[in-house]
């Protein structure tokens, strides 16, 4: 039931329906006591996922490529700078995921000087699958909940969605 839910309206290419309240300004002041405790589950609750996920790329490279498909080809310094790491460090990951043809290197069209960083067809499938598989282990977790639980989750999904697009407009996302 849950996973089955729809909302009004859905995030292009998510795959899962998702509210979107743009208009909801940010808080300019410091989190609350009370923040504390849901912020500090939510982090728990996505660390674990992430450690029960394969190992087979580092967590930098499998970043990488996330920011690639979902922001386009980049040069090599706006990965180091959307990543946080060096640049030499990125030209190394950027070779390493060209070997496993995961990204490609490519030419700007809009200046011919310029090399830009893409993500292969193979790289945006090893994505989804990644993705895919992530969701149905939190998915198999999900089923053992109590349908009050379940209800609750449910009901919290626009919130998340909120959390997530005030992440993006911070640049931490």
Do not use: C, W
């Not at 309206?9 to 849901?38: F, H, K, M, Q, W």
């Not at 922001?71 to 090599?76: F, Q």
């Amino acid at each position: 039931m849950l996973l089955g839910a729809q909302s009004p309206r859905t995030r292009a290419g998510s795959g899962y329906a998702s509210p979107v309240n743009s208009n909801v300004p940010a808080r300019e002041t410091a989190p609350t006591d009370d923040a504390l405790p849901p912020a500090f589950a939510v982090y728990d609750l996505l660390s674990s996922l992430i450690r029960l996920m394969p190992r087979d790329i580092s967590l930098t490279s499998l970043s990488t490529l996330a920011t690639l498909h979902r922001k386009g080809p980049r040069r090599i310094t706006e990965l180091a700078v959307s990543e946080g790491i060096a640049q030499p460090s990125v030209t190394s990951l950027v070779t390493s995921l060209e070997r496993a043809g995961l990204a490609e290197r490519r030419g700007d069209p809009a200046d011919g000087r310029v090399v830009l960083v893409a993500i292969t067809e193979t790289g945006a499938e090893y994505l989804r699958a990644r993705r895919q598989d992530s969701v149905q282990v939190l998915a198999g977790a999900m089923a053992r909940l109590s349908p009050e639980q379940e209800a609750a989750l449910l009901a919290f999904v626009p919130v998340i969605e909120q959390l997530r697009m005030l992440l993006e407009l911070e640049g931490r996302a």
